[in-house]
């Protein structure tokens, strides 16, 4: 990261590793990280890739508490949840997480998890870890039921509200949807939430983000991850004050 120092990200939910990462892109511009998936099926292929960050097979716990939680396959990679399921998984809190890489600052935390993101996010205590940025995925429901709860939970830990990244749209290949002018394409949708940590950037002399990205939908497929209206490209822009 151009302008901090030793970055670092927490990716919770990160599937198989590459495939529409939030965290690639960063960790080929050399930063440091945390790779959380509870599916054993994704976490094998995730360890395929040879990612540098350090990987967990297992989840963020919703209490202060280390146990075992039923994987929910039904409800997709990043899911754990206290019912039935075919796999028990192992899920800590995430500031013992970070403990155990002996970290305490988080420059970017990506949360996908299919459900219980408002619960994780009660559960952490953010006087013991330092995030900068939160990108909450809300396609799983929780726009709808849990949008103004999350809120209150942000705001109360010091975390400024600047909304959604609209993505960019048009049916074609995912080399034309990044490559496409954006007055050629059109909104799709919104499902990327995100929650910046106004005294984070003051810090460090950084601008505070005002409001979300724009990106193109399909542009996480590409061959390469360095498109700066791929996710991974806006969070490095955002984070690093220096698109590619």
């Known amino acids: 990261g151009d302008d901090l120092e030793n970055p670092f990200f927490l990716e919770s939910g990160a599937a198989k590793g590459e495939f529409g990462s939030n ?14 998936e509870p599916s054993p099926d994704a976490f094998d292929e ?20 280390s146990r075992l939680m039923h994987f929910n396959t039904e409800r997709g990679q990043g899911s754990v949840v206290d019912s039935t399921g075919a796999t ?22 990506s949360l996908d998890v299919e459900g219980p993101e408002l619960a994780i996010l009660k559960a952490t205590d953010f006087t013991k870890i330092e995030v900068g940025v939160m990108l909450i995925e809300m396609n799983s429901g929780w726009f ?9 939970v942000m705001t109360a830990a010091g975390f400024i509200d600047i909304g959604t990244s609209k993505y960019r ?11 496409l002018l954006p007055e050629r394409c ?3 949708s919104d499902l990327d939430h995100y929650f910046v940590n106004a005294e984070y950037f003051k810090q460090r002399e950084l601008p505070i983000p005002t409001s979300a990205p724009w990106k193109g939908m399909n542009s996480y497929r590409s061959r390469t991850f360095g498109d700066p209206r791929s996710l991974s490209g806006v969070l490095y822009c955002c984070l690093t004050n220096s698109c590619i």
């Not at 892109?25 to 790779?35: P, Q, R």
């Not at 395929?48 to 508490?65: L, M, V, W, Y």
Request: hydrophobic share 45%.
């Open 23 to 36: 965290t690639v892109l960063l960790e080929k511009k050399g930063w440091e990280g945390m790779l959380v």
């Open 46 to 65: 995730l360890l395929s890739k040879n990612r540098k960050a350090f990987a967990f097979n297992g989840g963020i716990s919703t209490d202060e508490c």
């Open 88 to 109: 028990l998984v192992q899920v800590e809190p995430v500031h013992s997480l970070l403990e155990a890489v002996g970290r305490k600052t988080v420059d970017l935390w």
């Open 144 to 152: 709808w039921s849990d949008k103004k709860s999350i809120q209150n």
């Open 169 to 179: 749209y048009k049916w074609g290949s995912a080399l034309e949807s990044i490559l």
């Open 186 to 188: 059109r909104v799709w």
